[in-house]
Nanobody
Framework: QVQLVESGGGLVRTGGSLRLSCVAS????????RGWFRQAPGKEREFVAA????????YYTDSVKGRFTISRDNAKNTAYLQMNSLTPEDTAVYYC???????????????WGQGTQVTVSS
């Protein structure tokens, strides 16, 4: 019903910044919460950030607080993840997702994008 496509990944040096985008298409529900997860090789997919349908509430994992900002533009059906002060520990495939309510767990999300690679060199 909903397709999500991420973009904006790439290679950046330690201390650099990237902004990821995720555009929704198909049957789009603007009241869906949006989330970002990441997965490094050999590790489980982990929660990064989430935002409610209106953008009034945001949630972050402790390791990215103060460095990452999640936002959304419902008129463009797009969610964003601004990533600053990047470190090699942030290297992973980043996935956007949509859920009926904000959540930190993978199983709560109904729709997923294909992922975009973020690599931070030391």
């Amino acid at each position: 019903q909903v397709q999500l496509v991420e973009s904006g990944g790439g290679l950046v040096r330690t201390g650099g910044s990237l902004r990821l985008s995720c555009v929704a298409s198909g049957r789009t529900y603007s009241r869906y919460a949006r989330g970002w997860f990441r997965q490094a090789p050999g590790k489980e997919r982990e929660f990064v950030a989430a935002i409610n349908w209106s953008g009034s509430s945001t949630y972050y994992t402790d390791s990215v607080k103060g460095r990452f900002t999640i936002s959304r533009d419902n008129a463009k059906n797009t969610a964003y993840l601004q990533m600053n002060s990047l470190t090699p520990e942030d290297t992973a495939v980043y996935y956007c997702a949509a859920a009926k309510a904000p959540s930190t767990v993978v199983v709560s999300y109904d729709y997923w994008g294909q992922g975009t690679q973020v690599t931070v060199s030391s």
